[in-house]
């Protein structure tokens, strides 16, 4: 049990500006109370017990003198494997927002040893490349000027359970956990036969992405330009991390032709999300088509989403909104009847928002924007699809999206204890 109180004195030692995240489990519980910070609670909604469990929380946030802050999240609704992304998704961006009204630069989460251990045999499983194979990070950036850490990443969840005893404090588990309907719960319950090959397969594996973080950094910095006689894998990397940071989503065989790209030195190659210039041997991202002329029903490709436009959840009154229409992102300016877009857009975080889609009639009059509700009252149905489930939670709960390739970096399959 030392060693919880080791890792909060080293990774959270000062208590003043720190919000930890606490669902209601024991690794939550334990950190709560070792930390003895604020406590943030999300309530996704998802299950009838789950108002009860934020209670119970808040009462544990009141037992050890501590402020409590709650979000509920409303309308988070992706059906099949979306949903458990989604989730995570909404949480982190509601503890962004939690942690701004905690005052809060720190947001602690209790991520312990054996999710640790969990979520490298996952990524593995997919094919992930070394960035995620480098595991949960120790720390990383929330929002700006909040950054999240986990300081129970070496601790076990033995010892969490054990804290939880010694100081008699109640905690819950979620049945989400042992789901088999989710990579987790069937990985879980295989477990058992997986530590007959090792029994100190949570240290092994945990030691693994340990180092693996380590050499993930040095060829980070290896990997700042692109050079001549740059080494494939360090030419995958530096495209992946481009290209991200300009919205794309190459996967693997993307990256696999952007190399080819770059050794002719010029051609263009669409990826999810836009599209790859390499000119002089320089690549250039996220050239994609601006606007989009949407002139009759049917399916239009924009920026790696699809508008439909004859079916959907949307609807607007044709004869009031007509043909032509232009699909676009937002401009300065637009308005959604008497106000601008930009003040509607209040509730949605500005790095979302370039991502999102206006529509305009005609007449050049914006009659639907995404993430402000359902388009106006008319018979014509239409459709944006996200390009991934995610973002259409976001948008349906107000929160920030985190893209990223699965094959090479991390998978954002964290879980928040």
Same mark, same amino acid.
Request: glycine share 10%; charged share 25%.
């Given at each position: 049990? !030392?060693?919880?109180?080791?890792? *909060? ?5 000062? &208590? ?15 950190? @709560? ?25 808040? +009462? ?17 609704? *992706? ?29 602690? %989460?209790?991520?312990?040893? &054996? ?34 850490? /986990? ?8 010892? %969490? ?9 109640? #905690? ?8 088999? @309907? ?7 319950? $295989? ?61 693997? !065989?993307?990256?696999?032709?952007? $190399? ?21 041997? !320089?690549?250039? #991202?996220?050239? !994609?088509?601006?606007?989009? @002329? *949407?002139? /009759? ?17 949307? %609807? ?5 909104? /007509? #043909? ?7 401009? =300065?300016?637009? &308005? ?9 857009? %209040?509730?949605? =975080? ?15 009059? *914006? #009659? ?37 390739? +699965? ?11």
């Amino acid at each position: 049990m !030392q060693s919880i109180e080791c890792a *909060v004195q080293k990774w959270i030692p000062s &208590r003043e500006s720190v919000l930890v995240a606490c669902s209601g489990g024991a690794d939550s519980v334990a950190l @709560a109370h070792a930390a003895h910070c604020a406590v943030g609670h999300v309530d996704h909604g998802l299950r009838p017990e789950s108002r009860a469990e934020a209670e119970k929380v808040q +009462a544990l946030a009141r037992q050890f003198g501590v402020p409590f802050f709650l979000e509920r999240i409303v309308g988070l609704r *992706v059906r099949g494997p979306g949903l458990e992304a989604a989730a995570r998704e909404a949480r982190y961006a509601a503890l962004a927002r939690l942690a701004a009204k905690a005052g809060a630069t720190l947001v602690a %989460t209790a991520h312990t040893r &054996r999710d640790q251990a969990e979520t490298l045999l996952l990524r593995l499983a997919r094919g992930a490349g070394p960035g995620a194979l480098a595991g949960i990070r120790r720390k990383r950036p929330l929002a700006p000027g909040i950054d999240l850490v /986990r300081p129970l990443l070496g601790v076990s969840r033995e010892d %969490t359970e054990a804290w939880c005893r010694k100081h008699g404090l109640d #905690f819950v588990d979620d049945p989400h956990n042992s789901d088999p @309907a989710r990579a987790r719960g069937q990985l879980r319950a $295989v477990w058992p036969a997986l530590l007959k090959l090792n029994p100190r397969l949570e240290e092994a594996l945990c030691g693994a992405a340990e180092l693996l973080a380590e050499e993930d950094e040095l060829l980070e910095s290896l990997s700042a330009e692109l050079r001549p006689g740059m080494s494939a894998a360090l030419q995958r990397r530096f495209l992946l991390r481009e290209a991200t940071a300009a919205g794309l989503r190459p996967e693997r !065989q993307h990256l696999d032709a952007l $190399v080819a790209l770059a050794a002719k030195g010029e051609g263009q190659l669409d990826v999810p999300g836009g599209r790859v210039t390499f000119q002089g041997g !320089q690549p250039q #991202f996220g050239e !994609q088509a601006l606007e989009v @002329a *949407v002139g /009759r029903p049917g399916r239009y490709l924009w920026r790696g989403r699809e508008l439909i436009v004859g079916e959907g959840n949307l %609807t607007v009154n044709p004869d009031k909104a /007509r #043909f032509p229409w232009t699909l676009r992102a937002h401009r =300065p300016g637009d &308005r959604l009847g008497a106000k601008k877009v930009a003040d509607l857009w %209040t509730h949605i =975080p500005r790095p979302l928002r370039p991502r999102l889609a206006v529509l305009e009639d005609a007449a050049r009059r *914006v #009659f639907w924007v995404e993430g402000l509700g359902k388009g106006e009252p008319g018979s014509l149905r239409f459709e944006m699809r996200p390009e991934m489930d995610g973002l259409a939670a976001a948008l349906t709960s107000r929160r920030r999206l985190n893209s990223g390739s +699965a094959t090479m970096k991390a998978a954002q399959d964290e879980e928040t204890r």
